[in-house]
């Protein structure tokens, strides 16, 4: 299964390393990671200052792994968990997803719902297997 690689901002900032090796042992266990090159900051550094453009943030980034048709792989906890959370919130919250939509919009894109957020670490060990690892 293809995943889109959310590296947000630290990974390519101050980890390459972390990104060099997760992009190898993905290739080996046959994981397919996608470039987004638009993606953004996750939200996460903004949320304590103002929540609504954080979500706003983590709802761009939902939007363009949907237009692309993939659930996002993160190598970042922060990033995993302020996407993660975002989905939870635009997928139950109509009226929430509704009025984040409208910011959206102004750069051409909607969240309609459904992209998975998923850990490197969880899609290790849940998708792929301890076994297969081995």
């Known amino acids: 299964m293809p995943y889109a690689l ?3 901002c630290t990974i390519p900032a101050r980890n390459r390393n972390y990104e ?9 266990l046959g994981l397919q990671l996608v470039d ?8 996460f550094p903004i949320k304590s200052m103002n929540s ?7 709802a761009f980034n939902l939007a363009l792994a949907l237009r692309e048709g993939l ?6 906890s922060s990033c995993g968990s302020s996407l993660a ?26 969240y309609g719902g459904g ?11 849940e998708d792929v297997g301890l076994e297969a690892i081995g």
């Open 6 to 8: 959310f590296l947000g």
């Open 20 to 28: 060099a090796s997760a992009r190898r042992v993905c290739g080996a």
């Open 36 to 43: 987004v090159p638009q993606f953004a900051c996750c939200g």
């Open 52 to 58: 609504d453009e954080a979500l706003t943030l983590s």
């Open 71 to 76: 659930d996002i792989l993160t190598l970042c």
């Open 85 to 110: 959370e975002a989905a939870m919130h635009l997928d139950k919250e109509e009226a929430l997803r509704e009025r984040i939509n409208g910011k959206l919009a102004r750069v051409g894109l909607n």
């Open 115 to 125: 992209v998975k957020v998923r850990h490197l670490v969880h899609v290790l060990h």
